[in-house]
C-alpha cells in the first residue's frame, strides 16, 4: 500500500497526533490566525513530517486520495466551499469523535450517504447513534506508550484530565468533580481549569510524565467519548477510578484494573482508599497498562486505519484488519 494524500482538519490535536503515526502524508486545512478548526500544522504537539500545513484557500490546487471530515461544518461547508467537484468524488469518510448530544438513543447522524464511509472511535457511540443508511466501521483509540515514563504515585491527590470543565458544565461532570474534590484532594488540569481553582492546560507530550506523580486519574464525566487521557493514563500505568457509563464501563475492569461505578460516593470511598494504600495504586494501574496496551495499542490503531483506508480507496491493506478494523454496525 502507497502511503496516501489525506485531506483533513486539526478537530482534535491529540488525536490527529496518533492518526498521523499511520504511513501516510496529512494534509491539515488551514485559515490565516489558526482560528478553531483551521489551525493546520500548529501547537505544541511533535509533529512528524507527513503533517503538512495547507491553506484552505490552496486545496482545490493539490490532489488527494481521501478526505478526512471531522466534524459537521467541514461536511456542509467546506466541502461545497473549497473542495473541487471532483475532489468531492474522491473516497470521503467522517470520522464521528461524539456521542449523539440531542438525544441519546433517537439522533440521526447528519450524515447520511451511502457513499461516506463513518467511523465511530468507539463501539458505544456507534451502538448509541442512528447511522441511517451510511456504512459504519469502528476504529477504537490508539495511544503511543511513553518511553521512559513510568508511574511513580508519589503525591496523594488524584488528577483530573479535561479542558472548559467550567463551561462545559453536567456533561463532563462538573457537579461530580466539585462533590468529590470536597472529599478527596483533587488537581484539574486542562485548557481553562482555572476557572475551577485548577493549574491550566499541560502540554500534550509533557502530559504523561506530570500524570506520574499523582496517585490516581479521577474521570467524573457521565456522557461522551472515551477520552484519550484516560487511555494516557493507563498506558504509564496510573490507576484510574471513574463513573461506569459510555465506554468506560468495558475499558476498566473493576477491582482490577481501577474502579467503576455509577455511584458518586462509592467512588469517593474507592479514592480515598487508593490515598492510604499506595502499593494497591500500583497494582491496580499495572493491570490497566497491561489492558491498554493490549486495547489500545498504537500498532493495532494504525493496522485498522490502513485497512480502512485500502478499503475506501481500493488498495489491498498491508495485513488483515483487527477485530475492530471492519466490524459493521447496524442502524439502530
Known amino acids: 500500500m502507497r502511503p496516501l494524500n489525506i485531506l483533513t482538519w486539526h478537530t482534535h490535536g491529540s488525536y490527529l497526533h496518533y492518526l498521523s503515526q499511520a504511513p501516510h502524508r496529512f494534509y491539515v ?14 501547537g505544541h504537539i511533535p509533529w512528524g513530517d507527513n503533517v503538512i500545513d495547507m491553506p484552505i484557500d490552496q486545496i482545490e490546487n493539490h490532489q488527494f486520495d481521501c478526505i478526512i471530515f471531522q466534524d459537521d461544518h467541514q461536511y456542509f461547508h467546506d466541502q461545497f ?96 468533580f466539585t462533590a468529590a474534590r ?68 468495558t475499558v476498566i475492569e473493576n477491582g482490577k484494573s481501577g474502579y467503576v461505578d455509577t455511584d458518586v460516593d462509592a467512588l469517593i470511598e474507592k479514592m480515598q482508599e487508593l490515598l492510604r494504600y499506595p502499593a494497591l495504586a500500583h497494582q491496580l494501574g499495572e493491570q490497566g497498562r497491561r489492558r491498554a496496551l493490549a486495547r489500545f495499542g498504537i500498532r493495532r490503531f494504525v493496522d485498522d486505519w490502513n485497512a480502512v483506508l485500502a478499503d475506501v480507496t481500493g488498495m489491498a491493506p498491508p495485513r488483515p484488519a483487527s477485530r475492530t478494523a471492519c466490524r459493521r454496525y447496524p442502524s439502530c
Not at 461516506?116 to 442512528?130: G, I
Not at 486519574?217 to 493514563?233: K, M
Not at 504509564?236 to 459510555?246: D, E, F, Q, R, Y
Open 182 to 249: 470536597a472529599q478527596v484532594p483533587l488537581e484539574l488540569v486542562g485548557m481553562d481549569a482555572q476557572a475551577l481553582g485548577g493549574l491550566g492546560e499541560i502540554e500534550h507530550a509533557q502530559l504523561p510524565a506530570f500524570m506520574a506523580d499523582y496517585r490516581f486519574f479521577f474521570n467524573p464525566i457521565r456522557y461522551t467519548s472515551l477520552g484519550l487521557a484516560v487511555i494516557e493514563a493507563m498506558m504509564i500505568g496510573m490507576p484510574v477510578v471513574a463513573l461506569a457509563t459510555t465506554e468506560m464501563a
Open 29 to 42: 486545512a488551514s485559515k490565516p490566525g489558526r482560528p478553531p478548526g483551521y489551525g493546520g500544522r500548529c
Open 81 to 176: 466551499a473549497f473542495l473541487t467537484p471532483a475532489q468531492r468524488r474522491l473516497p470521503r469518510i467522517y470520522l464521528e469523535h461524539d456521542t449523539p448530544r440531542e438525544h441519546p438513543t433517537d439522533m440521526r447522524h447528519p450524515v447520511d450517504a451511502a457513499d461516506v464511509l463513518l467511523v465511530h472511535v468507539t463501539p458505544f457511540n456507534a451502538l448509541m447513534w442512528d447511522n441511517g443508511r451510511t456504512p459504519v466501521r469502528i476504529i477504537e483509540h490508539g495511544v503511543i506508550a511513553p518511553e521512559g515514563v513510568i508511574y511513580r504515585g508519589g503525591h496523594a491527590l488524584g488528577l483530573v484530565v479535561i479542558n472548559h470543565l467550567a463551561q462545559r458544565g453536567r456533561r463532563l461532570g462538573k457537579d461530580v
